[in-house]
């Protein structure tokens, strides 16, 4: 059974990087898309990138300027960076992976979720 | 850009009574649509993919049907556990990923 654990700071101040890495067990990650997304309190979903094994990375457009998403097979990990936060980036951050082979999306294995709250 | 409407937002049913979620979307999407269910606290579960595809161990009360720009997914007889946020997700167009707002399903 696949499983994900994100790790990272829960508390970043404004105009500073967060950075988030998720550890992958259960699995191997070749031939699968790893994702990030988020949640801010209250609201819904949102996709924020999406990895594949080889390093092909998407981001979604309203956020592709500050963010960076990679990954190291060897670690069985990926990691998140978005730059310049403010208090509109405060949410519970996800990882997750698609359901099937080179797909991104629909997201079936998920982490538990880490709350990030931006604040000085 | 791709808009994802969620009808009702809050949808008040008995247990054992039939639900019935609709999701709209702007563009059509073929049957490139995820349901999910989201508890308090807890990540959001793949209920339903490819429109109609249950995913792996979730109870055949679940139904997904639906093509291009109207999709329902359809709960048969409410359990205590199915009340909950539920969201709709396309994953045809640019950009992918997008989720509706979300219905909840709360006890009648």
């Known amino acids: 059974q696949v499983q994900l654990q994100e790790s990272g700071p829960g508390l970043v101040k404004p105009s500073e990087t967060l950075s988030l890495t998720c550890t992958v067990s259960?699995?191997?990650?070749?031939?699968?898309?790893w994702s990030w997304m988020r949640q801010a309190p209250g609201k819904g979903l949102e996709w924020i990138a999406y990895i594949y094994y080889t390093g092909s990375t998407n981001y979604n457009p309203s956020l592709e300027s500050r963010v960076t998403i990679s990954i190291d097979t060897s670690k069985n990990q990926f990691s998140l960076r978005l730059s310049s936060v403010t208090a509109a980036d405060t949410a519970v951050y996800y990882c997750a992976r698609g359901v099937e082979v080179a797909t991104p999306f629909p997201l079936h294995y998920w982490g538990q979720g880490t709350l990030v709250t931006v604040s000085s | 850009e791709i808009v994802m409407t969620q009808s009702p937002a809050t949808l008040s049913v008995s247990p054992g009574e039939r639900a019935t979620l609709s999701c709209r979307v702007s563009q059509s999407v073929a049957t490139n649509l995820a349901w999910y269910q989201q508890k308090p606290g807890q990540a959001p579960r793949l209920l339903i993919y490819g429109a109609s595809t249950r995913a792996t161990g979730i109870p055949a009360r679940f139904s997904g049907s639906g093509s291009g720009t109207e999709f329902t997914l359809t709960i048969s007889s409410l359990q205590s556990e199915d009340f909950a946020v539920y969201y709709c997700?396309?994953?045809?167009?640019?950009?992918?990923?997008?989720f509706g707002q979300g219905t909840k399903v709360e006890i009648k």
């Open positions: 259960g699995g191997s990650m070749s031939n699968y898309y």
């Open positions: 997700q396309q994953y045809n167009n640019w950009p992918p990923g997008t």
